[in-house]
């Protein structure tokens, strides 16, 4: 199994896949240090056409970048789960998502490609996750709420039931999110309010 990023995210994927019972890891990362990482091989990206027959998982937070990482790279991605973490049979997440520790999604919620649903967050029924989204740790999303490609919904905030959150918008810590949100826009508080947009992606 190969590891996209020789970071703390990649610590934490590793750890996942650890106690999946996966034990030949790899780390490939673009600026590696050394030739080890957590005590497994590390390799230069450039590496990467010579791994054959390994899957692979992105360990990069940045929801752009690992939109495009995911689109230049030509091998198949894993879904990495952690044993703690409750997923409704109703609900497949889709290839390169990682689940953390002590995450819940519940029944009929559709969770798409390379999301990260990030430690002890909880999804409740019909949601639905667009690809590249990032659900940061203790983050509560009511039933029916629809997160849109690429948007980081920040730790410790919560959304209440049916809202809809445009695509690569960013939900600032701690915000309460009572009202849908458009595309790209910036929003803290309680309860939320837009403070600025994002640049879209070109």
């Given at each position: 199994?190969?590891?996209?990023?020789?970071?703390?995210?990649?610590?934490?994927?590793?750890?996942?896949?650890?106690?999946?019972?996966?034990?030949?890891?790899?780390?490939?990362?673009?600026?590696?240090?050394?030739?080890?990482?957590?005590?497994?091989?590390?390799?230069?990206?450039?590496?990467?056409?010579?791994?054959?027959?390994?899957?692979?998982?992105?360990?990069?937070?940045?929801?752009?970048?690992?939109?495009?990482?995911?689109?230049?790279?030509?091998?198949?991605?894993?879904?990495?789960?952690?044993?703690?973490?409750?997923?409704?049979?109703?609900?497949?997440?889709?290839?390169?998502?990682?689940?953390?520790?002590?995450?819940?999604?519940?029944a009929d919620s559709t969770i798409g490609e390379h999301v990260i649903l990030n430690t002890n967050c909880s999804i409740d029924h019909d949601c639905v996750l667009?690809?590249?989204?990032?659900?940061?740790?203790?983050?509560?999303?009511?039933?029916?709420?629809?997160?849109?490609?690429?948007?980081?919904?920040?730790?410790?905030?919560?959304?209440?039931?049916?809202?809809?959150?445009?695509?690569?918008?960013?939900?600032?810590?701690?915000?309460?999110?009572?009202?849908?949100?458009?595309?790209?826009?910036?929003?803290?508080?309680?309860?939320?309010?837009?403070?600025?947009?994002?640049?879209?992606?070109?």
């Amino acid at each position: 199994m190969i590891i996209y990023g020789a970071s703390g995210h990649g610590k934490v994927i590793a750890e996942i896949l650890e106690k999946n019972g996966f034990t030949n890891i790899i780390f490939v990362d673009d600026k590696p240090v050394g030739d080890s990482f957590l005590d497994y091989p590390l390799h230069h990206t450039s590496k990467l056409p010579e791994l054959d027959d390994q899957d692979l998982v992105i360990a990069v937070g940045n929801n752009r970048t690992r939109s495009k990482l995911a689109q230049s790279i030509d091998k198949k991605f894993t879904v990495a789960v952690h044993p703690s973490a409750q997923i409704s049979h109703r609900c497949t997440p889709g290839a390169g998502t990682v689940i953390m520790a002590g995450v819940v999604v519940n029944a009929d919620s559709t969770i798409g490609e390379h999301v990260i649903l990030n430690t002890n967050c909880s999804i409740d029924h019909d949601c639905v996750l667009e690809d590249f989204v990032h659900i940061s740790p203790n983050v509560a999303l009511a039933g029916n709420v629809h997160v849109g490609e690429g948007t980081q919904v920040g730790i410790g905030s919560s959304v209440i039931q049916g809202v809809r959150i445009g695509k690569y918008a960013t939900i600032g810590a701690g915000a309460a999110i009572i009202e849908d949100v458009p595309d790209y826009a910036v929003v803290v508080g309680v309860p939320g309010k837009v403070i600025r947009y994002n640049v879209p992606s070109v």
